[in-house]
Structures are given as C-alpha cells and as structure tokens.
Nanobody
Framework: VQLVESGGGLVQAGGSLRLSCAAS????????MRWYRQAPAGKQRELVA????????GYADSVKGRFTISRDNAKNTVYLQMNSLKPEDTATYYC????????WGQGTQVTVSS
C-alpha cells in the first residue's frame, strides 16, 4: 500500500488549502481513510478527520466547520479541504489507512502565518 500526499504549502491565516492523498496497492473503496497531523516541537500525532467506505465523516473538534474530508473512489484519492486556516493548524499532515497494519504517507507540510 502506498499513500502519497500533496497540496501543502504556506498560507496566511484565513486562507485555504486542499490536500490530496493518492492511494495505490489497496482496495481503496473498501478502506476507511483518515487525515492526521503532527505539529512541531514533539507534539503527538492528532486525528483530524476520517471518512468511511459509506462516506460517513468525523472531525476533531478543533477543525469542525472549517475542514471537509471527501473521497473519490474512481481516482483512489482522499481530500482534505481546509478553510479559515489558523496558525495553530500549522503541522505536517499525514494520510492514513489500515489494511492489516497501519499505512502512512510521507506527509505534506502546512504552514499558516499570522
């Protein structure tokens, strides 16, 4: 299983970014997909959003109403639309799925300036 994230970058507070995670080597449509993030300075990796095989979604309280997770099974891709970004959203964002074991992408950096 390979997960490749893209779409990170530097944005001002209040701006938007759209992250993408392309999956291969797995039955994508049958997998729960998640986005995690890890802020610098040794903070723990935090679950940001998840989307089930039937498109049920869940969000961390800190991003509810601002972030939207979606998936395109035809493209084997999961997205994270991030609006109204805040400096505290600065982190490396990781795509995750489970297929016997946990699989992670390499991460994409999001930096929000104040």
């Amino acid at each position: 299983v390979q997960l490749v994230e893209s779409g990170g970058g530097l944005v001002q507070a209040g701006g938007s970014l759209r992250l993408s995670c392309a999956a291969s080597g797995t039955d994508f449509s049958g997998n729960l997909m998640r986005w995690y993030r890890q802020a610098p300075a040794g903070k723990q990796r935090e679950l940001v959003a998840s989307i089930s095989t039937s498109n049920n979604t869940g969000y961390a309280d800190s991003v509810k109403g601002r972030f939207t997770i979606s998936r395109d099974n035809a493209k084997n891709t999961v997205y994270l639309q991030m609006n109204s970004l805040k400096p505290e959203d600065t982190a490396t964002y990781y795509c995750n799925t489970w297929s016997g074991i946990h699989y992670w992408g390499q991460g994409t950096q999001v930096t929000v300036s104040s």
